[in-house]
């Protein structure tokens, strides 16, 4: 069973940064394409980021595009959002997923966290 638990989220201001953190149990952590996921009230959920197996290739969503950066350590099995220049429009639950392929589709994710929550007050 993957087990995946996000960390790093809280409330800061705009125009900081933050680094979430996803740690996968397991040893199949590399064996997985990794995604990071938001969602705020009342909003569909968002693809920020996602990452090959490898870490080889990396995909970012429009809106986070030169602000947030995702990594991964597969010999730590863990998985990194470094977000900077944070918005208000940035808020939101933010979900770390796994999967079988580098894609920006919800629906292909096998696996998620509980989330963690980012607020940014202007």
């Known amino acids: 069973q993957v087990q995946l638990v996000e960390s790093g989220g809280g409330l800061v201001q705009a125009g900081d940064s933050l680094r979430l953190s996803c740690a996968v149990s397991g040893r199949t952590f590399s064996t997985y394409a990794m995604g990071w996921f938001r969602q705020a009230p009342g909003k569909e959920r968002e693809c920020v980021a996602a990452i090959s197996r490898s870490g080889s290739s990396a995909l970012h969503g429009d809106s986070v595009k030169g602000r947030f950066s995702i990594s991964r350590d597969n010999d730590k099995n863990t998985l990194w959002l470094q977000m900077n220049s944070l918005k208000p429009e940035d808020t939101a639950a933010y979900y770390c997923?796994?999967?079988?392929?580098?894609?920006?589709?919800?629906?292909?994710?096998?696996?998620w966290g509980q989330g963690t929550q980012v607020t940014v007050s202007s």
């Open positions: 997923a796994a999967g079988a392929v580098t894609t920006d589709d919800a629906r292909q994710y096998l696996h």
